[in-house]
């Protein structure tokens, strides 16, 4: 596809985006959606919704001979994290509150790995690769999952984890992700009658709007009309979404990978800051220094970066 068509169908699907979260941002700043009905519909999300799709993915999708490979994504996300640790850690030397440090070091590391990628993949993938892509995103998320709610829990708390449950290693899309891989194993998926799966697939289709909606809601709540500090910020902004989509150009400009394994790993490096660190924040941690603005800050800037960054991508692989 020529780049600026291209470019033109990613940005129509990040403006596709930014409506959806400025409706859940509107709900909550307006008072129309509660604190306590966005903590229902994110955990209805969480819960039910993006496992029933991880799941009916899988048992209808997922065979170990067409992903012999399979066990290789979870390890990219490893890669991906260490990398966002280590530009995370050289980026915040002059940042001297030690609380700030972890959670400017948190913010560079762990991405939005899971809600706008499955969006933006949505809205971008034909659809008869999309299934695939998926496969890739849930493989991918088990390994970023595994990390950020063990060392980055551990990290942010900044104490030994006596809090710490092994139970949310297991979190529902996790969970589905390892019961689809063992229907699979076993067979059973093949047993499973239509007229359970049909229902499975309608609601798992939910996921693409209602994760943009709750990203949007949550943003609202971490919203601060305090004045951030400008240049923690800047820098934290600049590692992020500059820095750590360069260097994977950098590195899908010297190793060829399959385009869509390639894009995976672009828009992982490319998006803004977990939402998921203000939860662990929350729960875990002290009172939060830099996180809420940090979110915030980050996915607003990422509306103009993401395009320019996933059409940086394209223009490299139409040259190679």
């Given at each position: 596809?020529?780049?600026?068509?291209y470019f033109?169908?990613?940005t129509?699907?990040?403006?596709?985006?930014?409506?959806?979260?400025?409706?859940?941002?509107?709900?909550?700043?307006r008072?129309?959606?509660?604190?306590?009905?966005l903590?229902?519909l994110?955990n209805?999300?969480?819960?039910?919704?993006?496992?029933?799709?991880?799941?009916?993915?899988i048992v209808t999708?997922?065979?170990?001979?067409v992903?012999?490979?399979?066990?290789m994504?979870?390890l990219a996300?490893?890669?991906?994290?260490?990398?966002?640790?280590?530009?995370?850690?050289?980026?915040?030397?002059?940042?001297?509150?030690?609380?700030?440090r972890?959670?400017f070091?948190?913010?560079?590391?762990f991405?939005?790995?899971?809600?706008?990628p499955?969006?933006?993949?949505?809205?971008?993938?034909?659809?008869e690769?999309?299934?695939?892509v998926?496969?890739?995103?849930?493989?991918f998320?088990?390994?970023f999952n595994l990390?950020?709610?063990?060392?980055?829990?551990?990290?942010?708390?900044?104490?030994?984890?006596?809090r710490?449950s092994?139970?949310s290693?297991?979190?529902?899309?996790?969970?589905?992700?390892?019961?689809?891989?063992g229907f699979?194993?076993?067979k059973?998926?093949?047993?499973?009658?239509?007229?359970i799966?049909?229902?499975?697939?309608?609601?798992?289709?939910?996921?693409?709007?209602?994760?943009?909606?709750?990203?949007?809601g949550?943003?609202?709540?971490?919203?601060?009309l305090?004045?951030?500090?400008?240049?923690?910020?800047?820098?934290?902004?600049f590692?992020?979404?500059?820095?750590?989509?360069?260097?994977?150009?950098?590195f899908?400009?010297?190793?060829?990978?399959?385009?869509?394994?390639?894009?995976?790993?672009?828009?992982?490096?490319a998006?803004?800051?977990?939402?998921?660190?203000?939860?662990?924040?929350?729960?875990?941690?002290?009172?939060?220094?830099?996180i809420?603005?940090g979110?915030?800050?980050?996915?607003?800037?990422?509306?103009?970066?993401?395009?320019l960054?996933l059409?940086?991508?394209?223009?490299i692989?139409?040259?190679?």
């Amino acid at each position: 596809m020529d780049v600026s068509l291209y470019f033109k169908s990613i940005t129509q699907a990040i403006l596709q985006i930014f409506l959806l979260g400025l409706l859940g941002f509107m709900l909550v700043r307006r008072k129309a959606l509660s604190s306590e009905g966005l903590n229902g519909l994110t955990n209805f999300f969480i819960n039910i919704v993006f496992p029933v799709l991880i799941f009916w993915q899988i048992v209808t999708k997922f065979k170990f001979e067409v992903y012999p490979n399979w066990w290789m994504f979870p390890l990219a996300s490893f890669g991906i994290t260490l990398v966002g640790l280590l530009i995370g850690f050289l980026s915040s030397f002059s940042v001297k509150d030690i609380q700030t440090r972890r959670e400017f070091i948190c913010l560079t590391g762990f991405q939005n790995s899971g809600y706008l990628p499955l969006v933006l993949l949505g809205w971008i993938i034909p659809r008869e690769h999309l299934s695939a892509v998926l496969i890739y995103l849930f493989l991918f998320l088990l390994g970023f999952n595994l990390v950020i709610w063990s060392w980055g829990v551990f990290f942010l708390s900044a104490r030994k984890a006596q809090r710490f449950s092994w139970r949310s290693l297991f979190s529902p899309p996790v969970a589905a992700m390892l019961a689809g891989f063992g229907f699979v194993v076993l067979k059973i998926n093949t047993l499973i009658p239509h007229f359970i799966l049909s229902p499975l697939e309608s609601l798992g289709n939910c996921s693409f709007p209602l994760a943009i909606v709750v990203v949007g809601g949550s943003l609202a709540e971490l919203y601060s009309l305090e004045r951030p500090d400008k240049k923690t910020i800047a820098m934290l902004v600049f590692a992020k979404l500059f820095v750590m989509p360069l260097v994977g150009l950098l590195f899908l400009s010297l190793v060829r990978l399959p385009y869509f394994i390639g894009l995976l790993i672009i828009l992982e490096l490319a998006v803004p800051s977990a939402t998921n660190l203000a939860i662990i924040s929350r729960k875990y941690s002290q009172a939060e220094k830099l996180i809420g603005q940090g979110v915030f800050f980050t996915h607003i800037v990422s509306l103009v970066t993401l395009p320019l960054f996933l059409s940086a991508f394209n223009l490299i692989v139409m040259r190679q």
